[in-house]
């Protein structure tokens, strides 16, 4: 087979496939026909010659029923092919299975896969001029396949066609999840499944759903239904809900992994059973975030009688092997205010509250033995003594999987995708959960199963929590299935605004809801000044709108400019990467589009006024969008005296550089991302350039 | 207490929130912040001085408890107008209901409201400068209420405000319908979800919903599995799903009633069980529209075995006092041809096809009594010999709706309210169940319930299906619900903008789902001429899709460029009202208006020839767009011709006649809905102007 691809096999496939020209610089934002953009990249691909045609003669067919999973899978590709082309596919095979043998698509697999790691989900696909073939060992080797021929999908002259191609494909990491957190603002069915299209998409396996948190128990319990009841604010899953999504992902290949955090992160399981906490009750459902003191009484029998009952009938719901308990953050406040549990601790010599916390978890794991179900905790369960068939989820940081690996225990990475920080996807791509240079040896690295990103849910309701999964999901998703070597970032930039424009299709409303949020804060439908300034914004990262002078609670509204605004603004970085090409290159067309957007951004402080004026809503953006337009006036001064090869004034440099200090100051919890750039021209400008920028059009 | 509002009322509403002028011409689109725009208008509405400030003192408090429809209408009420206003109210009411005495916003009401027609949906609101008292007979009211106070959420330059006002309202019909068809194509619990949503928003209070067709059968059965597991391509509410939708609907205060189209309307019936229908089997889910004619066998005493199982088990799941069991488009076929069925006949005297559905709705009549239900059918079932109790509901017009009033019987109007064919707000918003001139007394007219709007699925997927239903259905619920006097097309047009915006908050794509659409045509995000020409362009309407040489199908693909298109272009109408204004006014900004968008169709075609060159999705549209430019290039010529004073040339004026009305062919299914205002232009010119059209500007 074919070496790993490149990115100059990339390069040769878009000149094969599209009559256009390659690229012309990195980053550029898909402006043109989607040429075929697999991601995550496959492990081997050959590129062939001629195109497979793509027209109403088109059919699938292969040995399958109604309401199997590879059967599923041949009918949403076919959905999701007559969608996008606007064709009119013959489909009926899904009744009527008439066109197995002549069918123009076909498949085949050996048997039915298992939800579980370290199952085949290989797939060969092979696209000649007339006939498509993908085979997989597992139906869910075929789901992955579909996947790909979707992704292939290009169009000419004469109408769409699949590249010739031959791939042969399989997952790195057998372990690629996103944590999706139903517990700090509760996220309905329909957000969890279009979800799990869009993780099926990109090859994801693993739902990790954590259910239970401070601020709400999500899921229905029969046994003791008034932990729902009380615990939800009414917003729970039923059970006959969970099934639903179960089955739904099932049928993409994913495992549903459940969480129930315990000892801490539980307030909300006291509001019906205070008996069960470690200090007297009565507890009201948590509204704030952070870490909250309340925590079960280790040594409290009755709550390893209520954990077994209660897990038990969470392990008859949740086929997946594993179970997830959480484990993280346990301060043990409540633990040292409570004397029948410091009297506990002397008893059986548990020197402190991790020892403690070690010992409870040591009951849970027989409990969930009993139960058929393997732990999954987070870094804090890592404690000696505990055996090791548990698997040990790292939010910590890449040392802490490493030394769990050396000492046996199965690891996942999760520490670098945290996806609700609203890093740039760059960053998480690069993250790995087995780095070059990594000091494990083979056995050890067998143990680290892949990586989790996790969608914390502090600051996203079931309105925006897709624009904080998606694209940048895709780019870590890339990152546990392709092989290592596959680490081109600009690469990954260029493929992954089609990524995320395909995704859409899957009622995905990442893209979408950006509008619709502007015009609820308009209170109308001209918006366009406001879309000028959210591509020129981020929110602010990590922990900062935690620090911007307002509480926010599980009830405050996440509708304002900021929650608008994607987590990474691909503008900024295309604006970034033309200021450079042009202050290495000088060339003209780019800086021609340097000074258009400047222009723009410059004039749009004035509507923005206008907008805001008419709508209390948008007044705290007034900042931003004033110093988007200092800062735009600094860079097109800047762009001027470069076109110039003048070097600037230092009392301009200074006046400029204090100007743009006062442009990055974070306003209504974010703050502009092209900040970078525009700085990059004033400092060119201080430094006199290196070359002439040629003098841009008016 | 006031007389009903009137355009005076609304005027002097919205002069006295807004520092803005009042509206300066009909049918203007909303580019301003949103004055309050009540719709349905209430019965009673007086306005008084001041403003209530919504500010982060707001609080709600009412007697009720956390589950109950009332404090489930509050708790919405708050996050909807936290959602608006980005102001982090006090919410936490939900858990602690301490504000209850001191709250702001204090609301009451007597007892919980029956699911039920005739049950009381009145309310009453005033809003003080301090003070806002909502009261109600019922929790139904109170939700009906709630949605009045939000509409009127205003802003001005202090903040956000409601306006100091008396309303006092209730409605004219208490049957108040959208029937949604998940037959046909089938539509998700999210989709229904979110259109309870925008039913309460304008006082919908019956969803009816349409679950078995030939070409699916929707709901699951646990008495007959194979029906929904062989009749559905496995696409069907489970039970807990339903119960689930009826929940949510109840908390809004709107009635779930089940239709069960039988005799005809039933081939996925028999796929599971042939042996209930006329003619032998087997039957496969058809695929094709129109009237098909399996149809149940009337001579069978085995069927109504079967109905009486298995609506005994439809009577078990849906709460509602009615069932429908259609009886539409029976042509009795099968009944002809099958002897065994022509000797019944004969037999019991039943002398044509009509006596024999007749004597099948007779049977059903006791079997649905029998279950407790109350029978609802189409125009059809109307038949002598019927008791009284039953309801007719008349799709073939309001002549047929008089009849049965006539004959004792209770109706509800749908003909007038197709809202899939396309046509505009205007025309179903004339249409009246009950217009002025009705030849019947006050008795008959009681019989009178209201009327459904029917969302009838052959074209509509869970994409598009919102952008049928809204925003036009919003001035249906105002027909049905706002006393018969308000009839003012122009305010209606005026307020629909507004409506439909805020409905969005509620998760309805129907606005955003047309760019999400556009991109994937474009294959990338670059879609302003997409844009453009879809504003100025309309689906074919009525049944014309079905006969542009592409048979549709429940599999064909419904994501075309005419699937993006609105039903009703309002800027279509924006565009002739402005020609009517410039023709007899001679107004000159607005000929300046007319000039600015006509240069923007004009230029529009090559930059739709670039995407459609790279987008073989796009080419069918290619004649649609030429239209436009030809057109508008048309228009611009007169517009100079008028402004010079001029009349046209004979040959000019057949020569722009026949270019309009070649851009006026439907092209992709769809057709330019902007020849009507250019056409006006032209014969403006061929005629002579009345006055002079000032110059525009360049």
């Not at 953006?621 to 001027?640: C, H, N, Q, Y």
């Amino acid at each position: 087979m074919a070496a790993h691809i490149n990115r100059g096999a990339w390069a040769a496939l878009l000149l094969l496939f599209m009559a256009l020209p390659a690229p012309a610089s990195l980053g550029e934002p898909a402006e043109v026909a989607a040429p075929p953009a697999l991601m995550p990249a496959p492990e081997n691909l050959v590129l062939g010659e001629g195109r497979f045609r793509v027209d109403e003669t088109l059919s699938v067919g292969g040995a399958s029923i109604p309401g199997d999973r590879a059967f599923g899978a041949a009918g949403r590709f076919m959905a999701r092919l007559a969608g996008r082309t606007g064709l009119f596919l013959e489909q009926d095979f899904l009744a009527s299975q008439k066109m197995t043998a002549a069918a123009s698509v076909l498949y085949d697999f050996e048997r039915t896969g298992k939800l579980e790691p370290f199952e085949d989900e290989s797939y060969s696909l092979t696209v000649g001029p007339a006939k498509v073939r993908l085979s997989a060992v597992t139906d869910i080797g075929l789901v992955r396949g579909f996947e790909t021929l979707l992704q292939l999908l290009a169009s000419d002259e004469q109408g769409f066609f699949f590249p010739c191609v031959e791939i042969s494909d399989r997952p790195r990491f057998t372990w690629r999840g996103l944590l999706i957190d139903a517990g700090r603002h509760f996220q309905p069915v329909e957000v969890i499944k279009r979800n799990l299209d869009g993780m099926a998409a990109v090859k994801l396996n693993v739902l990790h759903w954590h259910l239970t948190e401070d601020q709400g128990f999500r899921v229905e319990s029969k046994a003791f239904p008034r932990l729902h009841q009380l615990g939800s604010d009414g917003q729970f899953y039923t059970q006959a809900q969970i099934r639903e999504v179960i089955d739904y992902a099932a049928d993409r290949g994913i495992r549903v992994m459940p969480e129930f955090d315990i000892p801490g992160h539980s307030t909300s399981w006291f509001v019906a059973f205070p008996e069960l906490a470690s200090a007297p009750g009565p507890y009201a459902i948590e509204r704030r975030f952070g870490v909250a003191q309340p925590a079960f009484d280790p040594s409290n029998e009755k709550v390893y009688a209520f954990l077994d009952t209660f897990l038990g009938e969470m392990a008859g719901l949740f086929p997946d092997p594993y179970l997830h308990i959480g484990g993280d953050e346990v301060e043990g406040h409540h633990w040292d205010a409570n004397s029948d549990i410091q009297a506990f601790m002397k008893r059986r010599g548990l020197a402190d509250n991790r020892a403690l916390q070690a010992h409870f978890n040591g009951r849970l794991l027989k409990i969930l033995k009993r139960h058929g179900k393997k732990m999954v905790g987070w870094d804090e369960i890592f404690q000696p003594g505990l055996p090791a068939d548990i698997v040990i989820q790292s939010w910590r940081g890449p040392a802490a999987l490493v030394e769990s690996a050396r000492k046996g225990y199965q690891g996942i990475l999760s520490n670098g995708y945290y996806i609700d920080l609203a890093q740039p996807a760059g960053a998480h791509y690069l993250n790995d959960p087995l780095p070059e240079g990594s000091p494990l040896d083979e056995d050890e690295k067998a143990r680290v199963l892949g990586g989790e990103a996790t969608m914390w849910s502090e600051l996203v309701t079931a309105e925006t929590i897709d624009s904080r999964i998606w694209p940048r999901t895709a780019a870590i998703a890339e990152r546990f299935w392709s092989p290592a070597a596959v680490r081109d970032v600009d690469d990954m930039y260029r493929r992954l605004p089609l990524v995320s424009l395909r995704l859409e299709e899957l009622g995905l409303t990442h893209i979408k809801n950006q509008d619709m949020m502007l015009r609820r804060l308009a209170g109308g439908p001209d918006i366009e000044p406001l879309r000028v300034l959210a591509q020129a914004v981020e929110p602010l990262k990590n922990y900062q709108r935690h620090s911007q002078g307002l509480t926010y609670t599980s009830l405050a509204p996440l509708t304002r400019f900021v929650d608008a605004c994607a987590p990474e603004s691909l503008a900024a970085r295309d604006f970034r990467i033309k200021v450079e090409i042009v202050l290495r290159t000088g060339a003209p067309e780019t800086a021609g589009e340097l000074a258009r957007t400047m222009t723009l951004w410059r004039a749009n402080h004035e509507k923005v006024l206008a907008l805001a004026a008419r709508s209390p809503a948008l007044r705290e953006i007034e900042p931003l969008s004033r110093g988007l337009a200092v800062a735009a006036a600094a860079g097109l001064e800047a762009l001027d005296q470069l076109a110039r090869g003048e070097r600037a004034s230092q009392e301009w440099t200074e006046s400029r550089r204090r100007e743009l200090a006062e442009a990055a100051k974070p306003a209504a919890h974010a703050a502009l991302a092209v900040v970078e750039g525009l700085g990059r021209l004033i400092e060119a400008c201080a430094s006199g350039p290196d070359r002439p920028v040629p003098r841009r059009d008016p």
